[in-house]
C-alpha cells in the first residue's frame, strides 16, 4: 500500500487527495482555534475581564456545602430544583468576591504581606501557648486540605472587602414618618368574620382501583436514589504530628494496596484499620456514624459507582471511600403505595367538595353580605388565627371578602376594620433601629447592584454545559 502511494504521488488525482487530507487535518486545528474548542479551556466565567476556571468553581461549591447541615445536603441531592439553584448560588458568590476584587484594584487598594502575615500569626488554631507555631499551621492546613496560598488569599479577600465595603456602613438617620408607618403597621390589628370550612367534614366513596391508578399516574411516588457503600478508616489522632507521620506511610501503603487490587476488608485487616459498610444510603437516612460528617456525605454523593476515592485526611484519621453500588431514583411499584395513595386520594377529593362549599360561601357573602357560621375575632400580624387567615387578613384591604387556603380547610373571610396602635415611645425606638437596618441592607444591596452593571458575568456556556449542569 505504502509502495502504491509513493509510486502514485506525482499524479494529479493523488495529489488532489492529498490536499484534501491535508487540509482536513489543519481545518480541525484551525477550527479549534477560531471557535474556542480547545478542551484545555478550564474558563467557566469571566467576571468583568477577569478569568473563573472550573477548578475556582469546584472548590467553593466544595466549601459550601462543607458548611451545610445533613437536611440541606439532602435537599440538595434529592431535589433537582434545590441542586440548579444550589449551583447558581455558588457561581453568583465567586462572582461577588471577584467584584469586589476588581473594584479593590480599580481603586488602588493593596493588602500588604507583612498585614498577612501578622493576621495569620494571630489566628488562634495556629498556636501553641499564645505564639504562633509552624508545626500547628502545617498540621492545620494538611487536615483542612489547605494551601499557604488559600489562607492568604482569604484573608486578602476580606480585607480588601473590609476597604470597598466600608463606607456603605454607615449609620443612617430614619425619619420619624418612616418610623410611625413601620410601628403601625406592626402594630395593627384588624377585625374579621370567618367561616371555616375543613376538609374531614366531607364525605367520600372508597376509591376504585382505576381511580388509584390514574391518580397515580399524575401523582407518582418517587424512591430517592439509594448507595451501597464501604470505606475503611485508619484512626489517627491527626493533631499529634509523630503520630499523623507514623499513620501517614501505613495509609500510603494501604492505598497501594488497594490500587494494586485489595479489597478494601482486605487492607483494613493487614493494616489493622477499620472497615463499614452500609447499604441502602439516602440523603434522608444516613447511618448513625459520625463518618459522616457534612463534607463527607457531599464527598459520597458526587462520585461514581465502582470507584474508590483517593486516602481522604478527616479530623478522625485516613479514610478511603468505595461506592459499591447506585440505585437511581424511580417510580415506586403500584401495590407497594396503594395504602398511602388512597389516603391522598380521599383528601384531594374532599378537598375539592370544600372548595365548592367555599365558594358558594363567599358568593352569598358578597350577594348578601352575610356569612353563614361565621366567627367574629379581633387579629394582629402575629396572633388570633391561623397562619393563613393572618397573611389574608392584612394582605387585602379593609372591607373585602376573601377565600383564605390552608393545609386542611378553606376560610371564607370579610375584613371589617382595623385599628392602629396606641404611641409607646420604648417600641418605637425598637422599630426606628430595624428601619435603620433595613434602609442600610437597601444601600448595600444598590452598592451591589452597581458593581453588577461595572463587572458583568459572562459565562462559558460550553464550559458550564460539560462540567455544571
Known sequence: MLEYLRNAADKPV????????IFSFVGWGVAEWVFG???????????????????????MKSNELATMSREEQRKIYTDPTAMSAFQDGVIKKIASIKRVEKHADDLGYVVSDHRIANEIRDIPQFQENGKFSPVAFDVVLRNSGLTESDVANDIRMRALNEMVTMPIYTKIKTPKFAVRAAYNARGASRTIDVATVKFADFDVATPTEEQLREFYKQNPHRIAESRDISYVILPTEMDKPDEYEKNLKIAQKMEDDIIGGDTLAAAAKAHNAKFKEYKNITAAKLPDDKFFDNAMVARVFDMDAGIESEMIETRDGFVIVRIDKITPEHNAE???????????????????????????????LNKSGKLATKKTTTVTRTDGAAPAVLVAAFKNSVGENVIADDSNAFYV????????????DKKMESVGKDVSKMSAGHIRADFDAYLEREYPIKINEKTYNRFVK
Open 14 to 21: 493523488a495529489k488532489v487527495l492529498m490536499g484534501i487530507l
Open 37 to 59: 474548542l480547545s478542551s484545555s479551556d478550564t474558563t467557566l466565567m469571566r467576571v468583568g475581564d477577569a478569568k473563573i476556571s472550573i477548578q475556582q468553581y469546584s472548590n
Open 334 to 364: 403500584f401495590d407497594s403505595v396503594k395504602k398511602d395513595l388512597t389516603a391522598e386520594w380521599t383528601r384531594a377529593e374532599r378537598r375539592k367538595l370544600a372548595y365548592v362549599r367555599a365558594n358558594e360561601l363567599l358568593v352569598d
Open 413 to 424: 373571610m370579610h375584613i371589617a376594620d382595623e385599628k392602629m396602635p396606641a404611641p409607646d
